[in-house]
């Protein structure tokens, strides 16, 4: 589970009683200044090339080796993926063909969506943890707190009829830069301990994705990810913490652009 935490998102939830509460956006829409953030997000999406290290500590907080995957956009899907360092050591041929994997079945989701004429970003916006999954209700974003520079948004978590997580347990927050109209911070918490699918009972959990800039001409981007997480599968505990950077970035134009389509982001946010 732990290994599924590096995502891309950006929302949040309003506790009762909240105030400040910035009006909603019309027409179903949320917040103009969420709606702004999540607009620059979605114009750069796919437009980055990246390295990412992943770090992560086991329940006793034992450093683990490290994973390092280069991401390119720009390339063929299965070489979109390219691992240079597999938990400490130089990957195997096996482990190269399951990242081509990877990325030739991304470029069959993206073709799919296209056959089906989907509208990018036309979903609802969901995530899932382990197998479990729930909306986000972005139209009723609220904010719960404010300073001279940022404001900080609570999206509340729905139940939709296909989503199955408790999310009354769950809790996503997001701050926006006034002056960028951009993400500064997301962040996930677990409210209270909740089960997935009858085996995974999820204990503890937060996860931060920060964004910052890395060309002053674009949008901050999201540059780390972090957090700790326990659970309990068929009663072994298991937990630890986690810290994935992205680095040496490079925009490039995005693959997916030769069959004329351009995927807006969180359609799913995937724990």
Request: glycine share 8%.
């Amino acid at each position: 589970m732990l290994r599924r935490l590096a995502l891309l998102a950006c929302l949040v939830l309003r506790p009762p009683g909240a105030a400040g509460a910035e009006p909603a956006g019309a027409d179903g829409l949320p917040p103009p200044l969420l709606h702004a953030a999540l607009g620059r997000l979605a114009g750069d999406f796919d437009r980055w090339a990246y390295t990412e290290t992943r770090l992560r500590t086991d329940e006793q907080g034992v450093p683990q080796p490290e994973t390092v995957i280069r991401f390119d956009p720009s390339q063929p899907y299965a070489e979109q993926y390219r691992p240079l360092k597999i938990k400490g050591r130089p990957p195997t041929e096996r482990q190269l063909r399951e990242y081509r994997r990877r990325g030739v079945k991304r470029g069959e989701k993206l073709a799919r969506e296209e056959a089906e004429g989907k509208i990018p970003g036309s979903e609802l916006p969901r995530f899932s943890v382990n197998g479990g999954n729930a909306a986000i209700d972005l139209a009723r974003a609220t904010v719960v707190g404010e300073s001279a520079t940022s404001v900080t948004y609570e999206v509340p978590l729905r139940y939709d009829g296909r989503g199955n997580l408790p999310v009354e347990k769950l809790q996503l927050l997001a701050r926006v830069n006034k002056a960028q109209r951009a993400f500064e911070n997301v962040a996930l918490k677990v409210r209270s301990a909740f089960r997935v699918k009858l085996v995974v009972k999820v204990r503890t959990g937060e996860a931060n994705l920060d964004f910052a800039s890395v060309d002053p001409a674009q949008a901050p981007v999201l540059t780390a990810v972090s957090g700790d997480a326990t659970a309990t599968v068929f009663f072994v505990k298991f937990g630890g913490s986690f810290d994935v950077k992205r680095t040496d970035f490079r925009r490039v134009k995005p693959y997916s652009e030769r069959f004329g389509v351009k995927i807006g982001p969180l359609k799913a946010l995937d724990f």
